[in-house]
Nanobody, 122 residues
Framework: QVQLVESGGGSVQAGGSLRLSCAAS??????MGWFRQAPGKQREWVSS???????TYADSVKGRFTLSKDNAKNTLYLQMNSLKYEDTAMYYC??????????????????WGQGTQVTVSS
């Protein structure tokens, strides 16, 4: 059974840090990533990693967020540093088992978690 379980969200002041986790079951996913959606805004891609370990980041988080994956645990992590008010959003883990050329916003992710809220106060 496919299951993506996020954790690690919370409230933090601007400049602080949080680490999100996504425990995955069901497949060895080719792509895994994080998306976020703020109230009144469209969902946006944040970062993704391929099965080969190649990571990509949205420009808005580059240099502040670090994506990693523990293959033994099939768990995805998003270390978020220097958080800004505009990082406030519901963060969703996504995974897709199919091979392909890219894992970023161009991929139509098949599986999604329930989301974890990140709130950054200014």
């Amino acid at each position: 059974q496919v299951q993506l379980v996020e954790s690690g969200g919370g409230s933090v002041q601007a400049g602080g840090s949080l680490r999100l986790s996504c425990a995955a079951s069901g497949y060895n996913y080719y792509c895994m990533g994080w998306f976020r959606q703020a109230p009144g805004k469209q969902r946006e891609w944040v970062s993704s990693i391929s099965t080969h370990g190649s990571t990509t980041y949205a420009d808005s988080v580059k240099g502040r967020f670090t994506l990693s994956k523990d293959n033994a645990k099939n768990t995805l992590y998003l270390q978020m540093n220097s958080l800004k008010y505009e990082d406030t959003a519901m963060y969703y883990c996504a995974a897709d088992p199919l091979p392909g050329s890219y894992c970023d916003m161009r991929r139509g992710y098949l599986h999604w978690g329930q989301g974890t809220q990140v709130t950054v106060s200014s």
